[in-house]
């Protein structure tokens, strides 16, 4: 069950743990914890106080590296599935054992395909759907939810497009998408990053006048302004 190959620049290595922590609204060490897992934490006699922690989240960045596009939106779908609907991670790493017995990845949660209910995560097939935490039994499409509402997908069948939440709430003037501003935050509208707006206010410049050299609206400025202070922090 091998997923497409995605495009390219959706894998290239862009954001911190930070970044990721910062657009999905995740703490940091949660973020760290699933991608790159936990190490057993011991007492001054070596007795094991916590066990060690297994990464959840596939991702081809090495434990300094940085992490891609992918990456973040696999975050952002399991960390929406956990706050929404109390998803158990137990399932999501039975999931993540079924699929690597196919030669397939978690990575799915970046793929139109991908599916979800309260309990279970999906992979469409056709007019049906595998189960991926029930051993592959086939469930019947009609009785789940779509998906999240936050992204949008390319030709490649991955997503394109993250509108992440402003303040827990939805929103879709703001974006991520790895083909504008080198995949940091943009005005959706005009494919203006929500940095370069703000540098130039920073330098002092008005914002009637930066507004009207990129077309945006005044409101769009201050927004984007906010977005960077909150990113920033």
Known sequence: M???????????????????????????????????????????????RRAAVKPILPTGAGPREMLSFLDLIEAHMLFALRKAYNFPLGRVRKAAEYVASLEGSLMLLAHKDFIHDHRDLF???????????????????????????????????????????????????????????????????????????????????????????YGATQAEIVEAIRWHERLAA
Do not use: C
């Open 123 to 213: 992979l469409g097939e056709n007019q049906r759907l595998l189960s991926l935490t029930e051993g592959g039994q086939l469930a019947d499409k009609t009785i789940l939810e779509k998906g999240l509402h936050q992204v949008t997908f390319g030709s490649d069948g991955y997503v394109e497009k993250f509108f992440p939440n402003s303040k827990g709430k939805p929103q879709q003037d703001f974006m991520v998408n790895p083909s504008v501003n080198f995949g940091r935050l943009s005005v959706a509208r005009i494919n203006v990053g929500a940095d370069a707006l703000f540098q130039r206010v920073d330098a002092g410049e008005k914002i009637e006048d930066i507004a009207e050299d």
């Open 2 to 48: 091998p997923l497409p190959t995605p495009d390219e620049i959706k894998t290239f290595p862009a954001y911190t743990l930070a970044d990721v922590a910062r657009y999905v609204g995740a703490s940091e060490p949660t973020i760290r914890a699933w991608f790159r897992g936990r190490p057993a934490a011991s007492s001054k006699k070596g007795a094991f």
